[in-house]
């Protein structure tokens, strides 16, 4: 039979939370810790990871990317073309491998056989057809079926975000390596649940360990199908949650202050306006790329900036180690403990629309208030401080993620993109 491999991406799954939890084990595997890549975020980590290399090179530099020439930001875009470099299946699927990829993001056009995504129909009158997009076209209309009910994108995220979307995803993935006519050689998937309450109540607590005894439920269920369909295993982590314990960090509310960020207010809401701000962070957890359209304005954006409490750095791309047309002009990092959320209004009646819905594509900024509902006015809240972990550091203390696997690598990696690129050896030399 062919070398069969399944890849396992479980997002915040780190060293420290199996080590307070005693879970180094899972069945015959042990977990060790290892660096992930910087920023240390979703799309940066699985950008890395696929093409084992640097966002510097990839060019994925956060979950949300500020397109120059559209002068816009624009977060959780699906295409795969925003990854670029060689993939490191790309020799074992010149040789007749196939390979799924689910639920990975930035999947969609991917050069593989089977794609399953979360692809819901917004429509013009309100409301949303939950959906899933699919490579064949019935695939996931086929794992409805067998699984007898749909993808849970209401629990995928937002304040009922929870553990039932693992769930599912387990599931299918556990289908699509069973079924006689699909079993590709190479499966990655994606088990994003865990960072749900790590995030909400923070990596420590009664909340976090049966958030982590779910995930290994999930895990053990891939696991049971890997022997039974016989497939070697890699399971990674991609980022560790690190609780907070302060107040959250508004760099575009500084920017406005110091007349550097401008916005257009209608109807009482103030919008942001890229065309004309000198500067404005495009901030994604802990970590935020600060855009100056003028060279000239850099020093003094840096020096505004670097004297906000809660700010720990404010590098420039070259200093920050990626320097890509995608990289800001400079690089928020915050404190340790801190995190940066996207504000710049400081009344909550000009706060734009979209604060009080989840929007995750057309706020200029991550917002993990959305986990959290409000009951007056309905919606999703907008208080910052009920934020208990972050991410997006990659130093510090409890930042390693954790790794397994039963494939055999010539050494035991120290980072995310080296234990990538023992991935693709093995991948070419079966």
Not at 304 to 317: M, N
Not at 347 to 367: E, S
């Amino acid at each position: 039979m062919p070398a069969k491999l399944l890849i396992v991406d479980v997002a915040a799954l780190g060293y420290d939370l199996l080590r307070r939890n005693d879970a180094l084990e899972l069945d015959s595997l042990r977990f060790r810790p290892a660096e992930t890549v910087y920023p240390a975020v979703t799309c940066t980590a699985q950008g890395s990871f696929r093409t084992a290399s640097g966002p510097g090179e990839h060019g994925m530099i956060a979950n949300g990317l500020y397109h120059r020439q559209l002068r816009k930001p624009m977060f959780w875009e699906q295409s795969s073309a925003l990854v670029t470099g060689r993939r490191i299946w790309q020799r074992f699927a010149e040789r007749g491998n196939r390979t799924a990829m689910l639920f990975w993001q930035q999947s969609l056009g991917e050069q593989v056989d089977f794609v399953l995504s979360p692809a819901p129909i917004h429509k013009h009158h309100g409301g949303i057809i939950m959906d899933c997009y699919s490579q064949p076209g019935d695939l996931y209309r086929r794992l409805c079926k067998k699984l007898g009910k749909k993808f849970p994108l209401h629990r995928y995220w937002g304040p009922m975000a929870s553990a039932k979307v693992g769930d599912w995803i387990a599931a299918a993935t556990a289908e699509i390596m069973a079924a006689p006519d699909l079993t590709p050689e190479l499966v990655m998937t994606y088990l994003p649940s865990l960072d749900y309450d790590l995030q909400r109540h923070g990596p420590a607590g009664s909340k976090a360990s049966a958030a982590l005894a779910k995930t290994r439920e999930q895990l053990n269920l891939l696991l049971q199908a890997a022997r039974q369909h016989e497939y070697e295993v890699v399971i990674f982590g991609d980022y560790a949650i690190a609780p907070t314990n302060g107040p959250a960090v508004y760099p575009n509310r500084t920017l406005a202050e110091a007349g550097l960020f401008q916005v257009r207010t209608i109807a009482g809401m103030q919008y942001p306006d890229f065309h004309t701000s000198r500067a404005f962070a495009v901030v994604d957890h802990e970590i935020a790329h600060v855009y100056v359209p003028n060279p000239a304005d850099v020093a003094r954006v840096q020096a505004v900036l670097a004297g906000v409490d809660g700010v720990e750095s404010v590098l420039t791309r070259q200093t920050a180690g990626f320097d890509h047309p995608h990289t800001g002009e400079l690089i928020i990092q915050a404190a340790e403990g801190r995190w940066l959320a996207y504000p710049w209004w400081t009344q909550p009646k000009n706060a734009p629309d979209y604060a009080r819905h989840i929007d995750i594509h057309n706020k200029p900024g991550y917002d993990p208030c959305e986990l959290f509902l409000q009951i007056l006015p309905p919606g999703v809240s907008q208080d910052t401080a009920k934020i208990s972990g972050s991410h997006g550091r990659a130093n510090g203390p409890g930042r390693q993620i954790a790794w397994a696997s039963t494939i055999t690598l010539s050494h035991e990696p120290a980072n995310l993109i080296e234990l990538a690129a023992e991935v693709q050896t093995w991948l070419e030399g079966v």
